[in-house]
């Protein structure tokens, strides 16, 4: 207990014995300042500003310091007995190798190649509809659906990443408002399925190298055509067309351009994979008894009676539905 008789003829001015009876805490500030510390600080001071200093090279070490998993966010979901899973995935922040390995993890244990460790729970119901969060699943084909909102990062992991994506013909979407630029447009590409709001941005610009390399013009040229020439076969196995590569490199690392929606059109980005589409056609040919070039013709009319979709931003639903009902109608008609 602290003595405030000792304390009363070394109190300071403003902390009289009352105030410092009614509050205790007061006491620790009410002892002798006399000893002096570095440059003519009180010990008190001294001790308090030290203190405040760690605290605050604390808080930076853990703003600074990034998990190495920041970039990815995954959840999934199976039902008991069925051999398929979803799995949700949310790519922010900046494209880093480890999530390559993230995501390949996480589709090894969802297909039972690997055990489930702790933070890799799923949510499995059961036939009944009840969870059975005990169970785990085991599946033969996985369903990826992506959102990306991301400012770029490696390109060997966004190419990596756009390889398992394209693998399992995933759903990819940037939402309105979202950014996808740099290299997480390598990943939006590989997508077989995208989707890109209105007010989503898509930016390009050329690659660089964090890593020192040789500085001399041969050895960058040599370095640049090989990394051009990876991009565009990647493109190109994506659907996209590969002169979207030639056209990132022209831009310098320090600027961004934002494609138009009729550049992504263009280059293919903007709309789904064309076997995606094709084999979209294919199944609404055959839902409505038509071949192929019936279909063409019928949805030539339809787009002269109901307009572009007005699909494209989730927003838009009511009008979506309507279209989409007014499509239906012209379809169906010869």
Not at 247 to 269: H, K, N, V
Not at 277 to 298: N, P
């Amino acid at each position: 207990m602290v003595n405030f008789a000792k304390l009363s003829n070394h109190r300071r001015p403003a902390q009289t014995q009352g105030e410092i009876e009614k509050k205790p805490w007061l006491a620790h500030f009410a002892k002798p300042t006399s000893k002096q510390g570095p440059s003519g600080f009180s010990r008190q001071q001294f001790v308090g500003i030290r203190l405040r200093t760690a605290l605050f090279a604390i808080g930076a070490m853990i703003c600074l310091v990034k998990p190495v998993w920041s970039a990815l966010e995954m959840n999934h979901s199976c039902y008991a007995g069925s051999d398929s899973v979803n799995l949700n995935l949310a790519l922010k922040g900046e494209i880093i190798e480890s999530d390559v390995s993230g995501l390949q993890r996480r589709l090894d244990i969802v297909t039972g190649k690997l055990q489930p460790t702790d933070g890799y729970a799923s949510l499995i119901t059961s036939p009944n509809g009840h969870d059975s969060s005990h169970a785990h699943c085991n599946a033969k084909r996985v369903y990826i659906n992506a959102t990306l909102n991301s400012t770029g990062g490696s390109v060997d992991a966004a190419i990596r990443l756009g390889e398992i994506i394209r693998s399992a013909k995933s759903n990819v979407i940037v939402q309105a408002d979202a950014i996808c630029y740099s290299s997480c447009v390598l990943v939006l590409a590989a997508a077989p399925r995208r989707h890109i709001e209105s007010t989503a941005k898509i930016g390009i610009h050329r690659p660089y190298f964090r890593k020192s390399l040789s500085a001399s013009y041969e050895d960058m040229d040599d370095t640049y055509r090989k990394l051009t020439t990876r991009i565009e076969n990647f493109l190109s196995l994506s659907g996209v067309q590969p002169q979207l590569a030639s056209e990132m490199m022209r831009i310098p690392p320090e600027q961004i351009r934002i494609l138009t929606r009729a550049e992504l059109d263009d280059y293919g980005l903007g709309t789904d994979n064309i076997a995606v589409q094709e084999a979209d056609a294919m199944r609404e040919a055959s839902k409505y008894g038509v071949s192929r070039q019936e279909l063409v013709r019928r949805r030539q009319n339809a787009l002269r009676i109901c307009g572009p979709t007005p699909c494209q931003d989730i927003a838009n639903i009511d009008a979506c539905v309507m279209w989409t009902f007014c499509k239906d109608k012209a379809l169906k008609n010869r």
